[in-house]
């Protein structure tokens, strides 16, 4: 056997895995998220993930099918873009497939002079897919960018993707203007708002999120333990829907950026800023 069909037949063989169902398309791209953080296999791995980009497309089809996706990400159309043009992102059915909210926060973002954000330690709350997070380390070089997501199997996709953006089709790390790469740049951890920073004792200068504002019509929903095995449908749900926090404002839909709000002052750094999308504007 060639090389060649060895690889296309070990992607043929990933597929099948994929279609199954969507949790075992995430239990196989667990496995590939496995390899890529092992220096020995990752460049194995990220090699892998581009020849499986090229024998699928990033349509709905191929998401209904195999239950994932990886489409490019379309960035120089913002405001002051500089940097890569494209970057390359995965979703699964169980986490935020970005929608136009989500690209009208980074649009939001793209509005603020450069300095709100270059070399900066910022974190991104419910980064869903990751890709927030890494179009601010790729624009705007911060020192560092925490992508901080409730659900878990939010944080291995950002991880994925990622590897992705920070490595070239031969699994070559990408260099910025600081020589540094994305890796550098960035982490992602499962976090229920800043629960990671206030127990790591991370200091912020930014806080941003795009984060659910909408009450979940069956509150006990929300109360069930979050973990990366729930169903697809309750850690989906986890994307529009918040619980009750507490406060005045969840009368008005706002209750979990209030919580944010007040453990933001908590992890925030004197002159700190936080940029939260409120009514579909940040
Ligand atoms: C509208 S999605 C935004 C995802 C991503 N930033 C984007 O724009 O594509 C909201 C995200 O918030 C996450 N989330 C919901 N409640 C959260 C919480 N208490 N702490 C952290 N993340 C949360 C969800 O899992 C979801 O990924």
Redesign the pocket.
Known sequence: MTAATATAEAVEEFLRKCEASGDEAYGAFRSVLEKLEDPSSRTQAQVFLSDLQKRVDDSDECLNKYHFRIQDVVLDQYEGYQGRKNLTMMVIPS??I??D??FT??EGLNRHPDSILKDKTVA??????G??TIAIAEKWLPSKVYG????PR?IKISWINLYLNALDEIGQPIYDAEKKTLLDRVEFHE???LAYCRDHDVKLERIV????QILNPNPDAMSKIITENASEEF?YS???Y?ALQGFVEDQFGLG?IARAVEEGIGVIKPSGIMIFNMGGCP
């Open positions: 986490i935020f970005p929608e909210w989500s926060f980074y991104e709350l419910g980064c869903g897919n890709w927030i901080l997501d409730i659900n939010a976090s229920d708002l999120g795009c984060i659910p850690l986890l994307s529009n918040c979990l």
